[in-house]
C-alpha cells in the first residue's frame, strides 16, 4: 500500500513539473498601440494626428504587456501593421485588445516590420494612404495574423484630402444655378453677371498630395467669403452653401451682396476625430482662394425722396399761374418727383456694394387721371440719374394737357392725377434679362400748387356790335367757361388774358374803314393792350373817320398759330400775330376751334344813342 502511494505521488508531482516547464515555454501575450513618434519614451499611449492623404507620415510601434500597463522591452520579431476603417463603433470592443470587429482593414503595410532585441520593445514604420478617410485606427498583431497578441492604437485618426482644386463658380442664367456661365468676371462694367441672392452652383475637386481625387472625401465644405474685391473700398457680403462632396465638390450657393467676391471653400469637420490633438490648420481641407462675380441688383426698390406737386396751367403767356388750369392748356410740375431706386437682393435686402448705371431711358413715368371726362395726354420725362450706391432719378417739370374737342364742351371737373414710375435696367448686357423694380413708385392724387385742381373748358368770344358812325364803339370781350348746360362768364380768368394791339386782325371792311377790297385802312383799330378784368373787357374802337359815315368791318382775336390775316401797325396795314392761346376758341364744328371774331359797324346818325345788339350762344 505505501509504495503503490508513492508511485502515485511521484506520477502527480511529474505530471505537475512538467506543467509548469511548458507554461514557462509558452511565450507571454503581448499588446501593441501606436503613436506618434514624438510622443516621449517609455509612453504606452498616445495621440495620431491628422494625416494627408497621399503624403508618407511616420507612426510609433511599441509592444505592451498584456494588461497595457508597460512596455515589453524585451519582445522581438514580425508584427503585421493595418490600417482599419474605424468609422463603424458597432462592434463589441474587445477591452483586452482594444479592437472592435467593425472596424475593417484597408490597408495593409509591406512588408511586415520587425522589433529586434536593441529596439526595447518600439519601432518606427512609414505609412501613406492614398485615399481620405474620416476615421482611422491602427492595428498590430504578432506574430503577423494573430488573434491572440493583438493591440489596436487608443487614438484614432483622420486622412483629409492635400486640397480642393479646380474650385469655381457657374451659373445657368444669371439667376439660376448650371454650368453655361463661368462666374468669374471681375470686370467693372462688363461681361457676366448674376444676381445679388440667387442661386449659382459651385464645384471643385479633392486630391491627395499626389493630385489625384480622393474618392473617399465624404464631406459638406463650406464656401465662405474671404474679401470683397469690387468695388473700391467695399464690405463682403455672406455667401451661403449648401455643398456635398464624393471625392468631387458639389452643390449650391448664393451670395448676399454686389460686386466681385473672393472666396474659399473650407472644411474643418471631416477631421473632427482629432478635434483634441491637432490643430485647425492641420485639420482643414482648403482651396485656393477664387474670385467670384460679378454679382449685380435682383430687382430695385423705388421710393419717393421729395412730396411732387402741381402747377396750373400759366395766366396767358405767363409766368404767373392760374388758379385753374384750362382743358387742352399745359400743366406741370411745380415740384418735379425725386424717386430713389435702391438695388436689392433676391431677399428683399438692400445691397451696399451694387454700383448701378440706371440712364433716363431705363425709367419710365406717366400720369393718370380718374373722374375726368376726357384723356390726359403727355409724359413725364427724366431730367437726369445720379449713380452710386442707389440711383437718384429726378425728372423735369414735363408738361401734361387734357385733350380739348372745341366741338364737343365738357362740364367743369377736378381730377385725381396719379404719378407711376418703373425701372428696366438694361445696362447689364452680360445679364440674361432686364432688371426690373420689385413694382412702380405709385403717388396719388397729386397735389396743385398755389391752387386747385380744376380744370375749365373754356373760351374767349367777341360779341357782335352796332353804334353812331359819329362816336366810338366798345367791343365785348370775354372768356367763358362751360357748365354742362351752357356757357357762364368764368370771373376766376381774371386778368390773364391780356391782347396787345398786333393779335387783333381786321377784315371784310365796308364803307368808310375799306382801303379797297376789304381790307382795312386802320381808321379804327386796337390801339392799346387789351387787358380782361375778372375775364371780361371792353376793347375801345375809334370812330372810322372825320364825318360821320357808314363803316364795318370784323375783328378777330387770334389765338391759333399761326397768326392768319392784317392787323394794323399804328396806321400801317402789316401780317397779324397770335396769343397762341387754343385753348380759348370757339367751336366751328371741328375739334380745334376758331379764333373768335365779330362784326363791328358804324350807321347813320339817327339820335343821341349807341346801340349795341348782343348774342347769346
Known sequence: MRAEATRRDGLIAALLLAATAAAQAQPSLTRFNAFEPATPAGSTSGVIQTKVAGRSFMLALVALTADRSAVRSDFTGAVRVELLDAGNDGGALDTASGCRNSWTVIRTLAPNPAFSAGDGGRIQVALEEPDAWRVLRVRISSPPGSINSVGCSTDAFAVRPGQLIDALASAG????????????????????????????????????????????????????????????????????????????????????????????????????????????????????????????????????????????????????????????????????????ATPLNAAGDALANARPRLAAAHASAQLTAAAAPVPLGGTPQVASVANAATS?????????????????????????????????????????????????????????????GRFHHGRAILRPVHGDSRRPLSLPLEVQSFNGAGWVALADAGTCLAAAPLVFAYSAARGALDAGGGVSNCASRVDATVVTAGGRAAIALARPGATPQPAAMVVTLNLLA??????????????????????????????????????VSWGRARGEFISVRERFD
Open 562 to 599: 399761326p397768326a392768319a390775316g392784317q392787323t394794323c401797325a399804328g396806321a400801317v396795314p402789316a401780317p397779324a400775330a397770335t396769343l397762341d392761346l387754343p385753348w380759348l376758341t370757339v367751336p366751328d364744328g371741328s375739334a380745334l376751334g376758331a379764333s373768335p371774331a365779330a362784326r
Open 392 to 452: 437718384t432719378i429726378v425728372l423735369d417739370a414735363s408738361s401734361f394737357r387734357f385733350t380739348r374737342n372745341a366741338a364737343a364742351p365738357v362740364a367743369s371737373f377736378v381730377p385725381a392725377i396719379d404719378f407711376r414710375l418703373s425701372v428696366r435696367d438694361t445696362s447689364e448686357p452680360g445679364a440674361t434679362a432686364p432688371i426690373d423694380s420689385e413694382a412702380p413708385l405709385a403717388l396719388a392724387a397729386l397735389p396743385f400748387a398755389g391752387g386747385s
Open 173 to 340: 442664367s444669371d439667376s439660376t444655378p448650371g454650368l453655361a456661365r463661368l462666374l468669374a468676371n471681375t470686370d467693372p462694367t462688363a461681361g457676366i453677371v448674376h444676381r445679388a441672392g440667387r442661386p449659382f452652383s459651385v464645384q471643385a475637386r479633392a486630391v491627395n498630395d499626389r493630385g489625384t481625387t480622393t474618392a473617399g472625401y465624404r464631406a459638406t465644405p463650406m464656401l465662405r467669403a474671404v474679401a470683397c474685391l469690387q468695388p473700391a473700398g467695399c464690405s463682403a457680403g455672406v455667401i451661403a452653401a449648401t455643398l456635398s462632396a464624393a471625392g468631387t465638390v458639389t452643390g449650391t450657393a448664393t451670395y448676399s451682396e454686389g460686386g466681385v467676391v473672393s472666396a474659399q471653400l473650407e472644411d474643418l469637420e471631416f477631421a473632427a476625430v482629432d478635434a483634441g490633438d491637432s490643430s485647425a490648420d492641420q485639420r482643414a481641407v482648403r482651396s485656393a482662394p477664387f474670385a467670384i462675380g460679378r454679382f449685380v441688383a435682383d430687382r430695385y426698390r423705388l421710393s419717393a425722396i421729395n412730396a411732387p406737386q402741381l402747377a396750373p396751367g400759366l395766366c396767358g403767356s405767363g409766368p404767373a399761374r392760374q388758379s385753374f388750369t384750362y382743358v387742352g392748356q399745359e400743366f406741370s410740375f411745380a415740384t418735379a418727383p425725386q424717386v430713389l
